[in-house]
């Protein structure tokens, strides 16, 4: 690969598109050329690069003659059949989708943690999903320092997580209640949800991605399967429940980790201190803590509310907070294919 590279980004005009042309500009990648990739419905539409218009063109099995990195983001069902024109044509995939995150011959990357993984790949590599990979900004430094036997965890998921319709569905549901003056008690709308299976404004839906047979949902085992591949541990075991709230950016994690060797709120605050792409935020007798309405648009993964779990031996109880768009994904898959240069 020369200096300059031939970069493609499949998904452009989606909420992940449009912040990997962000992370792109911002963190002055090395782009020589651009092909933003969507559906038909958005080719010949413009969208901006460093101040430049570029056209969007609609994705065929064609369009990766002489890219050198395709950044994927539309879904699994369009990794699926379109990831492997673009390693034919000679390009690296970096994918965002889960379908190929547990495939063997695929690493599974969150820079801060396995880098070196990059260098097995063949031709693919995956960006884990938002909710893991925020989990582990936080708990992989504390597993380096203490062993991680297993977690009990919660999200609280915010709506651009679903994509750009579900930012418009909270936004118009909010906007619903405000014009009717409808009073506190009378939150339930008349209207439909469209995206979600229920209305998200003034919610709180524990369903995120489709069920399983043991009743989690494919959401909530992604931290265990993906957990154990990044994390290289293959005994790690999470028990999740995934909740969708109507906050539009970042997501908010409580965990309740437990370890094998013991564990003190000084020296877990000192291990996470140092880690990279991780603020500590905890100063709860000031009400400092990690807020969603703060992290979103932050690079870095946010930690506090650090404190001895009362109920596991060796356990250690915090709140993480990450940009869901940015370390969950964008800005993620653009640090991998950073690795590449
Ligand atoms: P989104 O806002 O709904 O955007 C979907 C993108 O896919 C749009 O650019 C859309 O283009 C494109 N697309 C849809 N059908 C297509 C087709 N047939 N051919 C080519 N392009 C097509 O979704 P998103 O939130 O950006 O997420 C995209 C994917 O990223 C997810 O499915 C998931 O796998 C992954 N991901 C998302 C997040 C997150 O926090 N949102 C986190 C981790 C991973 P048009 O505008 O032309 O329809
Ligand atoms: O719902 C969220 O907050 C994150 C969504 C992630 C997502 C959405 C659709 C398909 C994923 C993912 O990254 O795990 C997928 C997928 O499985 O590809």
Redo the contacts with the bound molecule.
Sequence with gaps: MSNLKHVAV?????????EMLRCLEERGFPVGQLTL???????GKKMKFKGEDVT?K??TPDSFTGVDIALF???????RD?APHAVKAGAVVVD???YFRMDPKVPLIVPEINAADVKGHQGILA?P??TTAISLMALYPLHQAFGVKRIFASSYQ?V??????AIEELAKQSREWASENRAWDAAKLDSQPHVYPHQIAFNAIPHVDSFLDNGYTKEEMKMENEGRKIMHHPDFRASVTCVRIPVFRA?SIAISAEFEKPVSVAAAREVLAGAPGLDVIDDPANKKYPLALDIAGRDNCAVGRIRLDCALDNGLAFWVVGD??LK??ALNAVQIAECLL
């Design positions: 499949v998904g452009a005009t989606g909420a992940v598109g449009v990739l969507a559906s038909a419905r958005s080719a969007i609609e994705l983001s539309a879904g699994g069902g369009i990794s379109f965002n989708s889960s960006n999903n938002c915010a651009s997580g679903t994509g750009a319709q997501h869901q768009l969950g994904a």
